[in-house]
């Protein structure tokens, strides 16, 4: 951070607003591919792609010569027909993460003001770094969003908020009613809200609370989807943005500066992921098993404590510091992400894999809970 703005919240306000630079990506040993680990840092599925997305990938590799199709028409076009949309309000991206950017380089212009939630995600704060925007950030209230402070701040001012939903890294989500209050105070205040759902796939469709349902009623909402959780393409970073006819428009202008953003294979294994609703059922359910699985497995254990979530992960508190366990873990060869840079030292964040791997984790943890005199 380089400096603090002269213009502040309200008196009595905990948000902070900042004008910062954007420090240099320094990666950790979870980002890389590293054989004979558990790897359970970076919430990726380990039920792999569909069978129907291998295929598609397989069906593409005689046309790696060629370019893929800029506008992403036809995938742009099922995502549409998913969500009761027209194709213009679908824009395809490189992940949720270059989505995020090309938000921030179209709405964060002039003196603008992106707003982030403390202790989330730190794709949200880099992408309104990235363009010299000042940034107000909003402190969760417990693990949750605070609603009423993001609400007062979206009708304060014409701002475009930042907001992981489900919340990375808790797991907590917002009620539908929450999400109608923050459409609302945005419509009134002039300002845009991002919600970013990377998560919601594996609440829906029984748990789920998109605002999806606001996209279609033409509110200044922009909704940021992936492939790379429940569909197990990471790998190949394909992601949407849902939104209205204009804002859709404006993101396009962007997008359209890098042209083929999105591979050709990319491109093939989403729709046909998107098409396979019985395997995304299955990672689904399978996902929410392994996790009762291992909430059950450490329920006895004083020193570690965690809720279930709609997400892929688990937020568990620790009785000591997050960054030492984590580190003791690699030294297991078992990888989790530790979230001390996201606020919350004695906290790790479990990517939900396997029931074996879960169980190994744990006694991983067992096994550093006595050396440290926790038995």
């Known amino acids: ?47 792999g792609p569909s069978p129907a997305a291998v295929a598609a990938i397989a069906a593409e590799a005689g046309r790696a010569h060629r370019y893929p199709d800029a506008t992403a028409a036809t995938l742009a076009g099922r995502v549409a027909e998913t969500y009761g949309l027209r194709p213009e309000q679908v824009v395809v991206g490189n992940g949720v993460d270059e989505l995020l950017l090309f938000c921030a380089v179209t709405f964060l212009t002039g003196d603008a003001i992106g707003m982030v939630t403390g202790n989330t995600y730190p794709g949200h704060w880099s992408a309104v770094d990235s363009v010299g925007a000042r940034r107000l950030t909003v402190p969760l209230r417990g693990n949750r969003i605070d609603v009423p402070a993001v609400a007062a701040a979206l009708r304060g001012r014409p701002i475009t908020a930042f907001l992981c939903n489900p919340h990375n890294p808790t797991g907590t989500v917002l009620t539908a009613e929450e999400v109608a209050i923050l459409v609302e105070a945005a419509e009134r205040g002039g300002s845009l809200l991002v919600l970013d759902e990377a998560y ?29 959780k429940l569909h197990g393409l990471a790998g190949l970073r394909c992601g949407y943005a849902l939104a209205s006819p204009g804002l859709a428009d404006r993101l396009r202008r962007v997008k359209h500066v890098t042209v083929y953003n999105v591979n050709r294979y990319a491109l093939a294994a989403a729709e046909a992921s998107l098409g396979d609703t019985a395997f995304a059922d299955t990672v689904r359910a399978r996902t929410r098993a392994a996790m009762a699985h291992f909430l059950t497995a450490i329920e006895d254990l004083p020193w570690i404590r965690a809720q279930a979530t709609v997400t892929n992960f688990l937020h568990c508190e620790l009785d000591w510091d997050a960054l030492l366990v984590s580190q003791e873990l690699q030294q297991r060869s078992v990888l989790v992400r530790p979230c001390a840079d996201m606020g919350f030292p004695r906290h790790i964040r479990v990517s ?15 096994e550093i809970a006595t050396e440290l005199g926790r038995p």
Not at 28 to 47: C, K, M, W, Y
């Open 1 to 47: 951070m380089t400096s603090t703005d002269q213009q502040l919240p309200a008196p009595g306000s905990t948000a902070m607003l900042e004008r910062c630079t954007l420090p240099p990506f320094t990666p950790g040993s979870q980002t890389f591919d590293l054989p004979g680990v558990i790897r359970l840092a970076q919430n990726e599925s380990i039920h």
């Open 200 to 228: 919601m796939d594996f609440a829906e469709p029984d748990q789920a609370r998109s605002a999806a349902e606001h996209v279609r009623k033409g509110a200044p909402v922009i909704v940021l989807r992936t492939f790379s």
């Open 352 to 366: 939900v894999g396997t029931e074996e791997e879960l169980d190994q984790l744990v006694a991983a943890l067992t």
